[in-house]
């Protein structure tokens, strides 16, 4: 008789921690759905766009009075915009941008990214949105004059980039360094004879070299830059191809462009975004 109420008691508990878990568990069923509808674009947290990008890359990508700024950013927040999404930005080493991508820890990658097949290997790419040139920056007094004449000189690139590739493609055996800084150490220590850039930040760092740094020579990049994503985000992607489409429309992307890059001509054959808008000027 005396264990008839504790067996009464536990029954009840075990009974009220059971229905309980029935409400966690049916709770949890229905929050697959929900929170599909919620995050449609499977980002890391609903309406959030989180950006891998650099920090000393100039114009395109840095940081300036402590925030993430430059052509590239700019022109994601725009595009971000259009689709009703905010941008957080981490900076991070382009050597490891586009396997962070890949892995989840960002939902885009922004620096200047150059598309290429190699490249198509590990992430997915929206529509370009910029062109570029390749560049060779030489120690001011140096005879280095042309990309033909690296050949046997000791030249720094910065790691998995395309001018990693370009310089690897014509085995100059390039110095690898993290970033553009280090690049741009090198060339002031004299410890190289070139940096094979991505022109426009090559000749907007060597503006800011005292005459120490100078640009030498460019050649026009034969694919565009792009930003980047997971394989398997293509509604991200579709959502920030679109985006661009619009920011090219409204004449926003040219208002950067002229902000960024005063005086720069756009080659005739290439149009950012899909195709289907022409730009606003």
């Known amino acids: 008789m005396s264990r008839t109420p504790w067996i009464t008691r536990r029954t009840a508990l075990a009974a009220t921690g059971a229905a309980m878990m029935l409400a966690v568990s049916a709770c949890g069923s229905g929050s697959g759905s929900d929170q599909a509808a919620d995050n449609p674009l499977d980002l890391q947290r609903p309406g959030v766009l989180h950006v891998g990008t650099l920090t000393d890359a100039p114009p395109n990508v840095f940081l300036k009075d402590g925030q993430f700024t430059g052509f590239d950013n700019d022109l994601l927040k725009a595009v971000a915009a259009k689709q009703g999404l905010t941008v957080e930005f981490a900076g991070t080493d382009f050597s490891g941008l586009l396997s962070q991508v890949k892995s989840g820890k960002y939902d885009v990658g922004s620096s200047s990214v150059t598309i290429t097949e190699k490249r198509k290997q590990t992430v997915a790419f929206t529509n370009g949105y910029d062109f570029g040139y390749i560049g060779l920056n030489v120690p001011a007094g140096s005879t280095l004059k042309s990309f033909d004449q690296l050949t046997g000189k000791r030249v ?20 690898r360094v993290p970033d553009y800084n280090g690049a741009m150490n090198q060339l002031k220590a004299g410890t190289v004879d070139a940096w094979v850039s991505p022109a426009e930040i090559g000749e907007k760092l060597a503006g800011e070299s005292g005459g120490k740094v100078l640009l030498a020579a460019k050649e026009l990049s034969p694919t565009p830059m792009a930003y980047a994503v997971a394989q398997d985000k293509t509604k991200l992607k579709d959502a920030l191809d679109k985006g661009l489409d619009e920011v090219v429309k409204d004449g926003t992307w040219q208002k950067l462009v002229d902000q960024y ?16 808008v022409k730009i606003t000027r």
């Open 261 to 276: 890059y005063p005086g720069r001509k756009t080659p005739a054959d290439f149009t950012p975004g899909s195709g289907a």
């Open 156 to 175: 720094v690139v910065v790691q998995g980039t395309v001018q990693d590739d370009y310089a690897t493609g014509k085995k100059l055996d390039p110095v």
